[in-house]
């Protein structure tokens, strides 16, 4: 009998996995199934959503005796059809780490000691009253996570915009996905993908532009390699600046070098337009041209300022633009050969042939990555493989709910739900009718981003600050800045978190979080999937929900009836039905419908917009989206601006902030590991994930090492303009940086490689650039 790949993967990742953590019989794994997943002696099996990652797997949660005992991937759920990552595998002992926060903690006399939740609030309360009193509510900041449920980010922005009456509201979601949401507003007028993971079993050739799949999104890049295992054809091409595990897999490796991906690009639809190789008929139909500000800086200066300035244009000024693209030209500033550019054209330009682009942070966090995501968006907006089974351009996300909190709630300075903003009255109208508040209640100057409510924060401009489910002591760049500035005797510093951290380590309160399916609560997916999961254990100690937490404080400063319903208060809902049923009375008749609360509880998820009970594969194309009238074929229809048309930009090559030299003459690029999950604070606590990778480590190109006598395993310090960080070498480890280059991961608190990063962003999503600074390495 033949096995695919994908079913090698899934039984050798379940053979490796350890799934029981108090010593349950799991013999009888494959009987009758209770709650639609399978039963084994005495277990309660509940279905689920995977809180590693933005791919929205589903997994099945066995309990016994109120605490979980083992997981299982849900073979019922479309999206991982049963498979999870060796995280997945591992995420039921996510919980259990032995110094899981418990009991509230409030910093006295320089320490932090246990108080009662009663004394922690009323704290909380008492500092955000004095602070907007004396400096205004916009003196108070609100830093939430793409890992915050639908309800808890719902609740925060309604609290923030309507209660406390500031739009510093953020999410670390800024730091990852800011420049796909800026990519999708500025091509298509509207947030989220069109295309959906159904592309992945179609496609003839998937591009990857600075996406290590096989380790970041291992179980959606088992389905590509499912694809061409069962069709040998199938082509996979890799644009990186390392070798990495999905190089392994690669069909074509394309080298580039750093900031190089705007000028491939370019070069690739320059070779389109100079072929022919373009689909005149979707171009003229669907398509407009427009250029916009150049040499728009780096956000490097505090209270940087950027107002883009687009322009259309003809096809013959934007094809005159690309002649500055041509391979030869463009060789030198990608680093890729012309023939190479050639080649990787060939496969854009083929009708034949379709085509899936895929990226995350290598495209994302540059600190041009709003024009690198237009760029990818032309390649396919030009050649027309748009909106077709096996064509389409899919932005993958890194959070589990980055999607569904962040950014179609709008947890971001200056959004609200469904696409809209704070600055357009109509909109603020909308919500103040929603909320039953006076709409001059809602402010409609915008926040601060995260870079710069942290700025502001040290400047001491922002006072106050409660951060949620994230760790940006240990995840912004230059970070050392901003950690002095949460230990400031003038500043107030909430945290609710699960374990101790980098960021509980500054904080005036800590207070202890209830995670995943401790409570109820709903993620939303990169292919606009929202899925819900019911409370199945109860926390820990006297830890709360984030929720619960916003809410009680909330109404110690008078706003709870911001959280007042009636069936609620009756028992008929909870409170996390009522906030998500609010919140969907945004996003209808919008083209971001999504779900009832019914139809989530009821299946594995719907990819909105949800209408009539039937979900949407492909948005803009007619019968699949309801929004596209028929005969129109493709409608971009949320890109009222331009009539209904997508958007292809004239986007330049320009170069980073800062390159090497003789004094630092190495990049530094940063990332995560295949077993680590952003700052470890969750992943390092799991045994198995901890012993597997227990510290961070620099890669180094092995010529580099053999010029500076550096050996594997060798402490070596790096050093940048900004701070230093001393890791060992790795060599020869499971991934090759291009020579000049060196990685190292961000998830080791021990070694915090973000004081040596440079915290420059891009101008238009604001989002930083962790892949591109100047280092210099020493022995240590």
């Known amino acids: 009998m033949t096995v695919s790949r994908r079913d090698f993967l899934r039984r050798s990742a379940e053979a490796a996995a350890v799934a029981v953590l108090t010593g349950a019989d799991l013999s009888c794994r494959g009987g009758p199934a209770t709650r639609g997943g399978p039963a084994a002696a005495g277990l309660d099996w509940t279905k689920g959503v995977c809180r590693f990652c933005g791919t929205g797997c589903g997994v099945l949660v066995g309990t016994k005796g109120g605490r979980i005992v083992a997981v299982q991937g849900d073979p019922q759920n479309p999206v991982n ?52 009193e004396a400096n205004g509510p916009f003196a108070v900041a609100l830093y939430l996570s793409g890992q915050s449920t639908i309800p808890e980010g719902y609740a925060a922005l309604k609290w923030m915009r309507a209660g406390i009456g500031s739009n510093n509201l953020e999410a670390n979601a800024r730091l990852c996905m800011a420049s796909a949401v ?15 993971y159904d592309d992945l079993d179609e496609a003839d050739t998937f591009v990857l532009w600075g996406a290590n799949m096989a380790e970041m999104h291992p179980v959606l890049f088992s389905r590509i390699v499912d694809r061409k295992a069962r069709q040998p054809f199938v082509k996979i091409v890799d644009i990186a600046v390392r070798r990495t595990r999905t190089t392994e897999q690669a069909d074509l490796y394309v080298e580039i070098v750093p900031q190089g ?21 979707f171009v003229e139909e669907h398509v407009v041209f427009k250029r916009g500000r150049t040499a728009i800086g780096y956000g490097l200066e505090d209270d940087f300022k950027f107002q883009e ?16 693209y041509a391979p030869e030209k463009a060789a030198p500033l990608c680093g890729v050969a012309a023939e190479r550019i050639e080649e990787l054209a060939r496969l854009y330009g083929d009708p034949g042939t379709r085509v899936v682009s895929l990226w995350t942070m290598g495209v994302n966090q540059h600190t041009r990555g709003t024009w690198m995501n237009n760029l990818i968006y032309n390649l396919h907006l030009l050649t ?19 999607c569904g909190t962040v950014r179609e709630v709008g947890v971001a300075a200056n959004r609200l739900p469904a696409d809209m903003v704070v600055t357009n009255p109509e909109h603020v109208a909308k919500a103040a009718a929603i909320w039953k508040v006076p709409p001059e209640s809602i402010p409609a100057r915008p926040g601060r981003d995260a870079v710069e409510m942290f700025r502001a924060l040290d400047r001491g401009e922002i006072r106050a600050i409660w951060i949620q489910t994230t760790n940006p ?62 409370k199945m254990i109860d926390p820990p100690g ?62 594995r998820g719907m990819r909105w917009p949800v209408v009539d009970g039937r979900e949407t594969r492909r948005r803009y194309v007619e019968g699949d989206d309801p929004y596209v009238p028929r005969g129109a074929g493709i409608k971009f229809y949320k890109n009222k601006a331009d009539d209904g048309k997508a958007v292809v930009w004239a986007r330049p090559y320009e170069p980073p902030p800062e390159a090497p030299d003789g004094t630092y003459p190495f990049w530094l690029c940063t990332g995560r590991v295949l077993e680590h999950w952003h700052t470890g604070s969750m992943t390092r606590r799991i045994p198995e994930l901890h012993r597997a990778v227990p510290e961070a480590f620099v890669e180094i ?38 020579r000049g280059l060196v990685f190292v991961p961000f998830f080791d608190e021990s070694r915090l490689i973000n004081e040596v990063t440079l915290d420059a962003y891009c101008p238009i999503s604001r989002e930083p650039d962790y892949k591109k600074c100047a280092v210099r390495l020493e022995k240590a």
């Open 473 to 534: 002591m240990q995840t912004l760049p230059n970070a050392t800045r901003y950690r002095k500035a949460c230990l400031r005797d003038d500043t107030f510093v909430v945290v609710s978190d699960v374990y101790p951290t980098e960021t509980t380590a500054v904080a005036d309160v800590v207070l202890p979080s209830a995670m995943w399916v401790e409570k109820e609560g709903m993620f939303g997916n990169t292919e606009r999937r929202t899925q819900h999961w019911v």
């Open 182 to 196: 800026a990519g999708f507003l500025t091509t298509f007028g509207s947030d989220e993908p069109s295309g959906c």
């Open 701 to 738: 190109n092995p010529e580099d090492a053999r010029e500076l006598g550096i050996a594997d395993g060798n402490a070596v310090r790096i050093v940048s303009r900004r701070g230093s960080c001393v890791l060992p070498a790795s060599i020869h480890g499971r991934s090759i940086p291009r």
């Open 384 to 402: 027309g493989k748009f909106g077709k089974p096996g064509s389409t351009a899919l932005s993958l996300t890194g959070q589990p709910s980055a």
């Open 261 to 281: 991906d705007l000028a491939l690009a370019n070069a690739v639809a320059h070779c389109l337009v100079r072929d022919g190789k373009i689909d005149r008929g």
């Open 81 to 132: 059809k049963g498979l999870l990552c060796v995280k997945g595998y591992h995420v039921a002992l996510a919980p259990y780490g032995a110094d899981r926060l418990t009991r509230p903690l409030v910093r006295k006399e320089g320490g932090l000691v246990e108080a009662s939740w009663e004394e922690a609030l009323d704290l909380i309360a008492r500092r955000l009253k004095e602070t907007i």
């Open 309 to 324: 300035e687009p322009r259309l244009i003809s096809f013959e000024e934007y094809a005159r633009f690309l002649r500055d």
């Open 542 to 603: 006297e830890a709360k929900p984030d929720l619960w937490q916003i809410v009680e404080v909330a109404r110690r400063l008078g706003h709870g009836r911001l959280f007042e319903y009636p069936e609620v208060a009756a028992g008929k809902k909870s409170l996390e039905q009522a906030l998500y049923e609010e919140y969907r009375e945004f996003t209808v008749g919008t083209g971001k419908d999504v779900a009832t609360y019914a139809e989530l509880k009821a299946s």
